[in-house]
C-alpha cells in the first residue's frame, strides 16, 4: 500500500479488518518491521484520539515518531499555486511536505475543511499536494471530505460485535449539534458500510443529503424511526448541510437525539460515535454510560486499525 | 501501587525515598520494566520541570511517551455530570479519560485550581473523575490541592543533605508574589513533612492559614524570625488565602522575602523552592545564586522521584 | 567539541563536513553512540525544519529527544540579570537554564533576535546565558545573529554539487520581503563561506551592509547583475537592515527577486535558500520549481549536519 486516503486505497477490506484483528492480540509481533523508519504526524487542526491511536501503532511497530501541530506551532501554509506570498502565510504546503518527505519514511496530514467552499473542500487540494510533494507513503489523518483511519476502526468494531451467521443492519443516523461539522466522518463511514458486508441505512433530517458520491448503494430515509427499526448498530453524528448550502445549520431539532427510547424498536442496538461527543445534545448520558454504547471499544480499535495501515505502508516500502 | 496522588497512596515513606536515591545512582537499572508500556502524560496546564522530569523517567524505565497538552491543542473539556454540552467544551472529561486509558499504561494528569470556589477545588472532582474514567495507574502531575511528585523530590533532597544523627528542622515559609496561586505545593509539603522524621515549622503572615487537613502535626507561627531559628532547611513559596476568603492576595509585604540576612539565626539553613520562582520577588537573587540555595539539586531529584512512582506504578501492573 | 554556537567552534570544517557526508550514507552506524543520552530541544520560537531534522538525527544516534515549545506553552523567560519580576516572565532564564541542563546530556536552544536593539540581539545575551546556566554540551538552533546548523548544511550542500577541480563561486544575494527579518541566516552563511574553499562574493541593495565581522574576505556589491557572473550557487535570503537603523525595511524592489532571467550569465548556477521561503517575493515558483533548484536537498541535508554536530557533541561527552 502506498496511500490510505479513503476505502478505495484497500484492495482487500475483510483482510484489512482481520489484520487489525489479529494486531489487536498482538500488537508487538512486527515491532522490527518498522526500525529505523520515521513516521511524521502533520496537524493542521487539533486532534486527541488520531495523534495518539496513530503515535501508538507506529512506537509498536518500532517506528520513531515526531508530531508537528502546525497551527499551534504557528506556521500558517500557502496552498494556491502560483500565489504571491506577501500575506500571512509563510510557507508553501509544496516547500513544506516536499522537506517533510525528506525526514520521514510515512507522513500523516489532518486538515478539516473550510466549510465556506464545497468545491474548495471537496477538491481535496490540500490533501492531493501535500502528498503529491511528500512523495513518501502516505495515512490520512482526516481530510476534508474523509476520515478512513476512524471508518476502519468503526468497520473492525463492528466485525468484532457482529451477529453470528447473517449480515448486520447498520443505521448511520445524524444527531443535533450547536456548530457546523464536516461531512468527513459521515462521508467516510458511509463509503466504508456500502464496500462492506452489511445492510446499511442513512437517516437525517431533509436537508441534510450527503455527497451521492459516498452512499451509493445506502437506503436513505428521513423517518429515524423508521431507519432504526431491526438495527443491530446505530452510528450517531452530526454534520452540516452538503447542498444546495453548504456548510450550514438546518435544525438542532432534539428529537433527533437518540435517547433509550429510540432503541425500543431495535435488535437491541450497539451504540457508536467516533467521538468526540457534546453529551445530551448529540448523543445523550443515558445511552452513552449505558451497555450498548460502544464507543470507548471503538476509540480503542483506532490503535489497531492505525498499524494495520502502517503495517501496510511499511510493507510497501520495500 | 496503583496511583500517586497524595502522601496516602505511599505505604512505606521511608523505602519511596530510598528508592528514588538509588534509582539516581542507577538510573538504567530497569530498563526492560516499562517495555511495551506507555506513558501518556495530560496537562490542562503548562508545565516545564514536571513534564520534563517525568518524560526523562519514563525513558529511564524503558517506557513509550506520549505527551497532550490540552490546553495548548484547543481541547477544552467538559467536568461536570449531566451536563448540555451546548456551549465552549468539546468533550465531557470522562469520554477523554477513559480513551487515553485505553491507549496508555500509566496516565498522568496536570490539572490546577481555577481559585474560584474552594468547594470545587478541594473537591478534586477533575483528578478524581479522571482517575475513576482512566481506569489504569495514575501519577499526579499537580492537582487542584497537591503537587506529590514534587513533595517526594523535596524529601529525597532533604534526605540527602540532612544533617547526621539528628532529626532536621524544617521550616515552611510564606514569600511574596505579585499573582494569586494556587496552595497545592505547600498544601503538599506541610502533609509530607508532617509525615517524614522531621521537624516541622509553618510561617505566614496572618490570614495564609492552609487548610489544617495537611498541617495536621505541624507548628504555625505568623513570626517568620521565630520560626527559622535553628532551622537546616528553609522551603519558601508564595500561595494565596484558603479562608474565609479563598484565592486572595492580602499582602505582598517584601519584608517576608528571603535574603541571606534571614539565615542569620538558621543553622546555616538550606533554601529549597518548587521553582519557577520570581526573583527578587518571593526569594531574593543572593539566596538563589549563594551557596545555600538547593533549588537546582532539588529539581534535578525531580526525575528520580518521578522515576520511583513510574516503577512501583509498573510493577502494580503484572 | 563542547558547544556548536558558530564556525568558530568548529576545529576542522572539512573534516566536519565530511562526517555530515559519510552519516548520510550511513545514518545509523553510531546508534548506540547517544544511547542514554537525552537532547532537549527549547524552543522560544517556532521551527519546522530545524526541529524535525535535529530529533531526526538525534534519534538515529540512539538519542531520546524531548521538545519544549517555549511560547506555545506559555513559558516567558527573564533574561535580564538583577530583574525584579514583578511582571509578566515567569521564570529567569538562568533557573529554567540550570534545571533542564539536570535532565539532558545535550541542550539545543532556538532564540530569534527582537530587530528593537542592536546591540541586545548582538550581545547574544539570552544564548550565553543559557549555555552558561545549563552547562552541558550546546548546540545552537539558530540564535540573534546565527545559524549555524543551516550554514553547515549549506556547506554540505555546496561541497556535494560543487564543480570538479575547481573553486566554486558562491554569491550570497539579498531577496526582497514583506516583513522585517533578521540577519542571522546570511550573517551565517557569510561566516561559513568565508571560512570555506570557495570565491565568495555578496550582493545586495545600498543599506544593507551586514555586520563586517562576518562578511570578512567576501566580495562585496550593489550590482546583483556584476555579483552573479559566473556563479555556481546563488544563495537567496532576504534580511533587514544592520546599521545605521537597525531591523527596518530599505526597499521591496521586485528586481532582486531571482528569476530565470538572472540565470543568464551564471555558470547554470545552482539556486539555494534555507526556506521557508516566500514564494513570488523572495524567489520565484519558475526558480523553485526549475532544475537549477537546491532548496529541498539543502534542507533534506539539515539532519546529516546536524547528526554530525550531535555526534560530535556526544564524543565529547565522555
Known amino acids: 500500500m502506498k496511500q490510505f486516503t479513503s476505502v478505495h486505497d484497500v484492495e482487500d477490506l475483510e483482510a484489512l479488518v482481520r489484520e487489525a484483528l489479529v494486531l489487536k492480540q498482538h500488537p508487538y509481533a512486527y515491532e522490527?518491521?518498522?526500525?529505523?523508519k520515521t513516521l511524521g504526524l502533520i496537524f493542521l487542526n487539533p486532534s486527541l484520539?488520531?495523534?495518539?491511536?496513530?503515535?501508538?501503532?507506529?512506537?509498536?511497530?518500532?517506528?520513531?515518531?515526531?508530531?508537528?501541530?502546525?497551527?499551534?506551532?504557528?506556521?500558517?501554509?500557502?496552498?494556491?499555486?502560483?500565489?504571491?506570498?506577501?500575506?500571512?502565510?509563510?510557507?508553501?504546503?509544496k516547500d513544506a511536505a516536499a522537506v517533510m518527505g525528506q525526514y520521514c519514511d510515512v507522513l500523516g496530514l489532518r486538515?478539516?475543511?473550510?466549510?465556506?467552499s464545497v468545491e474548495e473542500d471537496y477538491s481535496e487540494e490540500i490533501l492531493k499536494k501535500f502528498i503529491q510533494y511528500a512523495n513518501v507513503p502516505f495515512v490520512s489523518l482526516e481530510s476534508a471530505t474523509r476520515h478512513p483511519l476512524q471508518s476502519?476502526?468503526?468497520?473492525?468494531?463492528?466485525?468484532?460485535?457482529?451477529?453470528k451467521g447473517r449480515r448486520p443492519k447498520v443505521v448511520l443516523t445524524w444527531g443535533p449539534h450547536v456548530k457546523a461539522l464536516p461531512q468527513a466522518v459521515p462521508n467516510s463511514f458511509a463509503e466504508w458500510m456500502c464496500a462492506a458486508d452489511v445492510d446499511f441505512v442513512i437517516t437525517h433530517p431533509e436537508g441534510y443529503e450527503l455527497d451521492p458520491q459516498f452512499?451509493?448503494?445506502?437506503?436513505?430515509?428521513?423517518?429515524?424511526?423508521?431507519?432504526?427499526?431491526?438495527?443491530?448498530?446505530?452510528?450517531?453524528?452530526?454534520?452540516?448541510?452538503?447542498?444546495?448550502?453548504y456548510g450550514e445549520v438546518l435544525?438542532?431539532?432534539?428529537?433527533?437525539?437518540?435517547?433509550?427510547?429510540?432503541?425500543?424498536?431495535?435488535?437491541n442496538a450497539k451504540v457508536m460515535h467516533c467521538l468526540p461527543v457534546r453529551r445530551n445534545v448529540e448523543l445523550s448520558d443515558e445511552i452513552l454510560d449505558g451497555p450498548n454504547s460502544l464507543v470507548v471499544q471503538e476509540a480503542a480499535n483506532r490503535e489497531f486499525a492505525a498499524q494495520a495501515v502502517l503495517k501496510r505502508l511499511l510493507e510497501g516500502i520495500k
Open 32 to 36: 522490527s518491521l518498522g526500525k529505523h
Open 49 to 93: 484520539r488520531t495523534r495518539l491511536s496513530t503515535q501508538k501503532a507506529a512506537q509498536s511497530l518500532g517506528m520513531n515518531v515526531m508530531v508537528m501541530n502546525m497551527g499551534q506551532e504557528g506556521w500558517a501554509l500557502e496552498t494556491k499555486d502560483g500565489a504571491i506570498m506577501n500575506g500571512t502565510t509563510v510557507e508553501h504546503i
Open 111 to 116: 486538515s478539516f475543511p473550510k466549510l465556506q
Open 152 to 163: 476502519l476502526a468503526d468497520l473492525v468494531t463492528i466485525t468484532e460485535h457482529a451477529p
Open 215 to 245: 452512499t451509493n448503494g445506502a437506503t436513505i430515509t428521513y423517518n429515524q424511526q423508521e431507519a432504526l427499526e431491526g438495527a443491530d448498530f446505530i452510528y450517531v453524528k452530526n454534520w452540516s448541510t452538503f447542498q444546495p448550502n
Open 251 to 267: 435544525t438542532q431539532d432534539a428529537s433527533w437525539m437518540l435517547t433509550n427510547q429510540h432503541l425500543a424498536n431495535t435488535n
